[in-house]
């Protein structure tokens, strides 16, 4: 995770091709554009590597399908829509 939210992936950012815990740390890192947070098509496990698509649960069979989702931190800031996907 990250200051922002508590999840156990990156969102790939479609805009830069680069890998963030969130879209305010994209953000904060990258001054030349925002993210589109509803563009995220792929996400990367930090348990093991694996990048892909959108979804609740990894893909790998390392992960043995552990949630990639874990709910954002309270009172930070609403859920992103990638957190209502499963992310």
Do not use: W
Request: hydrophobic share 25%.
């Amino acid at each position: 995770g990250c200051r922002h939210y508590q999840r156990a992936c990156k969102l790939r950012a479609e805009c830069c091709n680069r890998l963030f815990t969130c879209r305010l740390c994209h953000d904060e890192a990258v001054t030349s554009h925002g993210m589109d947070r509803y563009a995220v098509r792929d996400v990367l496990c930090m348990r093991c590597g694996t990048l892909q698509p959108v979804g609740k649960y990894c893909r790998s069979k390392e992960c043995e399908g552990q949630c990639l989702s874990i709910p954002h931190c309270p009172g930070r800031h609403r859920p992103e829509p990638t957190d209502l996907l499963g992310v």
